[in-house]
Every structure is written in structure tokens, then in C-alpha cells.
């Protein structure tokens, strides 16, 4: 290869790779300006929130269940929602995951049997459902309970009352995030369940009200304790006023949540707190009295509002009208018999089993067969602390009821919740349906 042959090689070489070079260089500079094009492009979009391309079923609603496993459920309640995004356009609760049967079971029970069986239905007040189931026993046989029995049966119910409300109190802090409210509210309630224990001899479940009377006398001291405790639960419940009725973020999660009107209310036979919330002043026990409360002092609690603040603040104050109840029976108690004196309802005293061959036939007839109840229905209702618990019974002239019923409040203010939480926020759910205080084991009975 000469000379110009090799200059003329070197030559093409270095065009080659200048053009190269000049290629590059314009790749690299309309790939930086396309970038900050697209950047800037970006950057206006983001500023200016431009349009974005609409997502195929983004306006769609989702359904979740909230529980049955949710602790603000109680465990066996289930909530199917239907949510656009985070509001609730429908709710609707779905029962059934107790199915306890407890009514077809009451049906094989002698009605001495039937206390052991319906006081576990509402387990957070039992002592009214021994009461309806009582009532309804004795109505059946036309007995009049001896006045001492009748006051007996009052002052337990509100110390129950007081009882269920402070619970209440205690699980709806909880659920709402104030844990310091689920200590005090079980500190005051436990307190209360020791006096229900020293009198029945249980924490819950008593059988202490029976067809006929109760079970046994007041124990010695019963005055001192009640009065004591009184003192105690009262100086909590303003402990409690003081922590949340005026708690900004209290009032923020309660006010104006789950609101339900009169008409609404009554529409779907709501009763208890949640009807008097709206401005509906009913209470059974001023309205159709039975026991002694027309023979005391107690005024029914009620507000306008229907929301999730008013039920709180009513079972406040109605655990101090139960105070003052509590008091006066303590002051008004009637001495007497606490049961009928019949043989053939009321089993002998024990110590007469061991003396008396009547006795000992009187005693094994009862809690064996039980006694027979003249043919008949009836219905008995008293106002446990969730509202108006009944109890529908049909005899046929045999010891066992042939059909019972009985009307639980938590499976009627139940179905109110649909009405509350529509278009409100899923966290308002919880709000909602600790305000209507369900217990699970009146609803699947």
C-alpha cells in the first residue's frame, strides 16, 4: 500500500468516526430535550391536576364484612358494607352465628327449670329476663309475689342496670380508641357485681328471680353494702363526665354520628336508649309501671338529638336515676316473705326436707316434674336497660310451656343501624354500632 493509499485510509477512518461522534451527540441532545419535555409536561400535569384517563370501574362501590372476628362486633356479628371509597352507602347486619335455640329449649324445660335457661340470654342484665319469664309464670297462675319478693325483684334490676351501663360505658371508650374508660368502667362494674354476688351468690347468670318470688332473702349487711357502692359508682360516673362529655376528640367521634329521628325509630319498634334519644320519652316503668316503680322517685332520661353523644350521655345519667332507685329501696325495703308460701310452687326450706316426709315429696315433685300452670297465654314485659324485653307464653295445662317467645331489644335496635351508618364513614361503623349496645346472646336466642 503506498503513501496516498494509507493518507486516504486514515482519512475515511477519522470522518467515520467523526460522524459518529456528531450522531451521538444529536441522539443525546433530543433525548435530553424529549426528557424535559416530558418533565415539564409531568410537572404541569401534577401542578395543575390535569386530566387523567378514567380507570375502567373506578366509580364502582366494594362490599367488605366488618366481623363476625371484629372486636367491636362482639364477636358474632357480622356487617356486610357497601362502600364507595370510604363512605358507606348501605350496611346491613347479618345474625345467626350463636343459633343457641334458646326458646325451643325453654319449650322442654318445667317452668322451675326455665330461669336457668333465659337468664343467659341478655348475660349483660340477667336479671331481666328472670323477671319477664317470672312475670309471665305468675300471670299464668294468677299469683300475687308478696310485696317484699316485689322490691327485692326492683332493687336487683337496677343494680343489673347499673351494671350493664357501666359496661357499656367501658366498651364503647374502647372502641373508640379512650382505653382509659375500659378500665374505669370495668373498675366501677366489678364492684357492682360483687354486690349482685353476695345477694344471689353468682356474677351473672343468677336464677335468683323465680316463678313466685326469688330465691332467697337479703343477707345480713345487704343495706351497708348497696349504699356503699352507690357512693362508689356515683363518684365514677362523674369521673366519667369529666373525661369525655367535654373531650374535643370525644365530641369529634360522637356528635352528629348515627343520627336517627323519632318517626324512624318507631318505625323499626326501637326501644330503650335509642328511642328516647330521639326525643321519644318512653320507659316502662313510668309508662306502664310494674314492680314498685311507681311507688319511687326516678326521672326518665331522654334527648332530641338521636345520635351516637345522646345514647352515651343517657345511659350516664340513667345509671344515677338507678342510684337513686337503689337508695330508696334500701330506705322503703317491706319486711315479709320474699316467696309465695305455696306448696305446690314454692320447694320447703331445706332444713324441713330432713324432718318432713310432706317435705322431702314436695321438694323431689318440683324439681323433678316442676308444677303445672292452668292453660293459657300471656305476655309479660319489663324495661331492661337495652329497652322493652317480653316474654310471649302459651300453656297447655302441663308443666312445660307449649310455645315461649321472647322479645330480646338488641335483635329489634339491631336493624336500626343500617338507618345510622348509611353515607357515613367506615370508621363512624364502629361508633354506630357500639351505641346501639347489642348483646349478641339476646339476638340469636
Known sequence: MNDFEHEHVETDADAAVTDAAVAEQVRLERQTDEGEQLLTQHSEIVVTG??????????????????????????????????DGETVVRAKPIVGYLHTGMEKTGEQLTYVQGC???????????????????????????????????????????????????????????????????????????????????????????NFVRPGGVAADLPDGWQDTCLDVCDLVERGIGEYDDLLTGNPIWLERMVGVGVITKDEALALAAS?????????????????????????????????????FDRYRIRLYEIAESIKIVRQCVDMMPSGDYRVQNKKITPPPRAR???????????????????????????????????????????????????????????????TMSTMIENRMVADGVAIVSSVDPIMGEVDR
Open 272 to 308: 330503650g336508649p335509642i328511642l328516647r334519644s330521639t326525643g321519644f320519652a318512653w320507659d316502662l316503668r313510668k309508662t306502664q309501671p310494674y314492680l314498685a316503680y311507681d311507688q319511687v322517685d326516678f326521672d326518665v332520661i331522654y334527648t332530641e338529638n338521636g345520635d351516637c
Open 116 to 206: 336457668t335457661n333465659v337468664t343467659r340470654m341478655d348475660y349483660a342484665s340477667p336479671i331481666a329476663n328472670e323477671l319477664v319469664f317470672s312475670m309471665a309464670v305468675e300471670q299464668l297462675l294468677d299469683v300475687t309475689v308478696p310485696e317484699r319478693a316485689t322490691w327485692i325483684r326492683m332493687l336487683l334490676a337496677e343494680l343489673s342496670r347499673m351494671a350493664s351501663h357501666l359496661l357499656f360505658q367501658a366498651s364503647n371508650g374502647m372502641d373508640l380508641g379512650a382505653v382509659s374508660m375500659m378500665l374505669f368502667g370495668w373498675r366501677e362494674r366489678e364492684e357492682v357485681l360483687r354486690v349482685l354476688e353476695k345477694v344471689t351468690g353468682l356474677r351473672m347468670n343468677h
Open 50 to 83: 390535569g386530566p387523567w384517563p378514567e380507570v375502567e370501574g373506578e366509580s364502582q362501590t366494594m362490599i367488605i364484612n366488618m366481623g363476625p372476628q371484629h372486636p367491636s362486633t362482639h364477636g358474632v356479628l357480622r356487617i356486610m358494607m357497601e362502600l
Open 353 to 415: 326436707i330432713d324432718e318432713s316426709m310432706e317435705a322431702l315429696i314436695h321438694h323431689f315433685k318440683l324439681f323433678t316434674e316442676g308444677f303445672r300452670v292452668p292453660a293459657g297465654e300471656t305476655y309479660a314485659v319489663a324495661e331492661s336497660p337495652r329497652g322493652e324485653v317480653g316474654c310471649y307464653m302459651v300453656s297447655d295445662g302441663t308443666g312445660k310451656p307449649i310455645r315461649m317467645h321472647v322479645r330480646g331489644p338488641s335483635f329489634y335496635n339491631l336493624q
